[in-house]
């Protein structure tokens, strides 16, 4: 553990499976002592360390709002209104002021559930068939307050931002892309990684980490018409 | 699968036919009363007018006239709608009423009235207008017409709007009730006609009941058509919502429990095992399945391309995330352009040496179209690993099959195919068809 610096991330598990936690929970041990998992540089990395978990919506409310860990990875489907209904009920308990970051981390690829749960504030998203070197770079980029968007969700959201052109605009600032987002975007849906984007755009990896975190809160804030009805209108559950 | 997935609300709209049908109906455009004249004057071919005034001069006999316009009207279905179906114009009306008055003054005038057979006519006139009347009540162009716009408000069950909506009930029982009263006393006239009252009290008194039941007896056979229907279109709705709770039920236990147990078991066995590949097929199957808007490979762009990442996924054990933004209808190029990226997927299964590789498509809308709506410009599609990679320039010989199935593909196709790659730095196939055919104009 020498080459971990600073104290580290404290992770809460919500997820129905107890399976799936007791897996994510050994992956993510392992990758602490495996060390950085490659491509980043050891001084750096943060350890992980899993706080807490709970399996119901009112079990992970209660320990988020008294443990206050750094990072919830949130599980997008539960009984009982699932990872949104946890999120909202957190943020209306510790406030706008709250620290606590959540990635949502999903079985399923529907648009809906994704769009909905990032609306409702979390800062990223990934599919759980997600490597455990990946899933920790994740939760270190979330715990930072950067966003993380998995190839899928870029799509979804180009999607959503694209579905119809001609559609009024309310407000530009909120209601558009630009085309460096779009492109950045793109890039990551092609499946690039930030230093790649950075790489191939000769942008810093800083300013990648901006433009990603300007395309989620546009996809937060906006009042688009077609952000709420696009889901639907594909007709996903 | 036909249906929408749970929630959503079923195709069964009603579809006006885009060409003219020319089967005998009812007009809805220009009609004067119902339809019928102008709906039989277009099917034979002959002036409305004509139609109406052979109606109008038929009423000279015995009533004639109203009882096959009567008749007509409750057995021909209405056309398709055109626009607002406007009552026709007062003045025409009130031209073919004194038409007729005049019909039956000269009737009156020429005497030999027989008015035995001539009430008789018009007694069956009554019952056939009672008929119609509440015939209609239940056709679908009916149940439209009264669901109207509040239908679309709850859309939960259309169906019921149309008994249920306030306006609606309140038409369609007072519809049932003039057709049940016209019908009573056409039954009871009829019955009268035959059985002429008389005699002594008791008898009257029989009779009166006697007639009373032929009255219900005669708005019961009219009307049981009507309800065997209603009846039986609420019970189809009923058992079609009571299936597609059951769907939406079992989708989401197959989702919370079979989805999860497949993605655990890709997470714990060593990617390219058979054990992960089983589950990866089966995963996408499910998927494919419980959430895919229906589209067919055959026929859009985002389907075909999934089914080819997941036939390399089967063949190769490898992982393709597909990522598509926007659709197309497929023709022969795009055809071609999956083949291109299948051929990209599959050259990076077999070389690349990595375990996941991804799989990008996105169809950018050009310039608005001349009609209305606007035509997809250009289909991109990335095909990338993060494997060994090679030198473009030092292999062109030995990957003779990339030249021809990939860059020679999507050449013969007006498309164009480029190949970026380093050795240690993956490779990715770009691959990019103009969707507007290629007007030679300009450059190449």
Redesign the interface.
């Known amino acids: 553990m020498t080459e971990t610096s600073g104290p580290p991330l404290r992770v809460f598990l919500v997820d129905?499976?107890a399976?799936?936690r007791a897996?994510v929970r050994a992956?993510l041990a392992a990758q602490l002592t495996a060390g950085s998992g490659g491509n980043s540089d050891p001084a750096e990395v943060v350890g992980i360390d899993v706080v807490g978990e709970a399996a119901t919506v009112p079990e992970a409310v209660q320990k988020i709002v008294a443990m206050q860990p750094d990072v919830v990875l949130l599980d997008v489907?539960m009984p009982d209104g699932g990872g949104r209904a946890v999120l909202e009920q957190v943020r209306q308990q510790l406030g706008t002021g709250s620290t606590v970051r959540f990635l949502a981390l999903s079985?399923?690829?529907?648009a809906e559930d994704v769009i909905g749960l990032i609306r409702a504030g979390a800062r990223g998203y990934v599919t759980?068939?997600i490597s455990s070197a990946e899933l920790a770079a994740a939760i270190r980029r979330v715990a930072e307050g950067d966003a993380v968007f998995s190839?899928?969700l870029?799509?979804f959201v180009?999607?959503a931002f694209?579905a119809r052109?001609?559609a009024p605009v309310v407000d530009p600032e909120l209601d558009q892309l630009t085309n460096r987002e779009r492109e950045v975007l793109?890039l990551l849906?092609?499946?690039?990684a930030y230093k790649e984007i950075a790489r191939e755009l000769y942008i810093s990896i800083k300013t990648v980490e901006t433009h990603v975190s300007n395309v989620l809160r546009k996809l937060q804030m906006s009042n688009r018409y077609e952000l709420s009805r696009w889901a639907a209108d594909?007709?996903?559950? | 699968m036909n249906d929408t997935g749970p929630g959503g609300y079923g195709p069964a709209r009603f579809d006006p036919p885009a060409v003219p049908v020319p089967r005998l109906h009812r007009r809805r455009e220009g009609r004067l009363v119902a339809g019928v004249a102008s709906g039989i004057a277009a099917h034979v071919g002959v002036p409305a007018v004509a139609m109406r005034v052979a109606f109008v001069v038929l009423l000279a006999f015995n009533g004639l006239g109203v009882l096959l316009y009567a008749v007509f009207w409750a057995v021909l279905p209405a056309g398709p709608e055109v626009g607002r179906a406007a009552r026709g114009r007062m003045l025409g009306l009130l031209a073919f009423s004194a038409l007729g008055i005049g019909v039956l003054i000269v009737r009156g005038l020429v005497g030999e009235a027989e008015p035995a057979t001539a009430a008789l006519g018009w007694l069956f006139a009554l019952i056939a207008v009672g008929a119609g009347i509440i015939w209609h009540l239940t056709r679908g162009d009916q149940r439209q017409r009264l669901s109207g716009p509040a239908a679309t408000v709850t859309s939960g069950q259309p169906w019921l709007n149309s008994v249920l909506t306030e306006t609606g009930r309140r038409a369609y029982l007072l519809r049932f009730v003039v057709g049940g009263v016209l019908i009573s006393v056409g039954t009871v006239g009829l019955a009268a006609f035959y059985a002429p009252v008389g005699g002594s009290r008791p008898v009257a008194v029989i009779n009166g009941m006697v007639f009373a039941l032929l009255a219900l007896a005669g708005v019961g056979l009219v009307a049981a058509p009507v309800l065997w229907r209603m009846f039986g279109a609420l019970r189809e709705e009923r058992e079609a919502r009571i299936r597609e709770q059951e769907r939406a039920e079992f989708a989401a236990m197959v989702h919370d429990q079979v989805l999860h147990t497949l993605a655990l078991i890709q997470r714990n066995a060593a990617p390219g095992s058979t054990a992960y590949r089983l589950a990866r097929s089966q995963e996408r199957t499910l998927r494919n399945w419980l959430y895919k808007p229906t589209g067919s490979p055959t026929e859009k762009l985002a389907a075909a391309l999934e089914q080819a990442a997941g036939e390399v996924e089967d063949a190769y054990a490898i992982t393709v995330e597909v990522v598509v933004v926007g659709d197309a209808d497929t023709d022969d190029r795009v055809v071609a352009l999956v083949a291109a990226a299948r051929e990209a997927m599959v050259n990076a299964a077999r070389h690349a040496g990595v375990p996941t590789v991804s799989l990008y498509a996105e169809v950018e809308s050009g310039e608005p179209a001349d009609g209305d709506g606007r035509v997809p410009g250009e289909i991109s599609v990335f095909v990338r690993d993060r494997g060994v990679g090679f030198d473009p320039a030092s292999v062109d010989a030995g990957r003779h099959g990339v030249r021809g199935s990939i860059v020679g593909r999507m050449e013969r196709h007006g498309g164009r195919a480029e190949i970026i790659s380093a050795p240690g730095d993956g490779t990715e196939v770009r691959l990019t068809l103009p969707l507007t055919p290629d007007r030679k104009e300009g450059s190449g």
Not at chain 1, 234 to 237: A, H, I, M, P, Q
Request: glycine share 10%; net charge positive; charged share 35%.
């Open positions: 129905d499976h399976m799936f897996g992956e489907h079985v399923s690829d529907a759980k068939s190839p899928r870029a799509g180009l999607d694209a052109p001609d793109r849906a092609r499946g690039y594909r007709r996903l559950v």
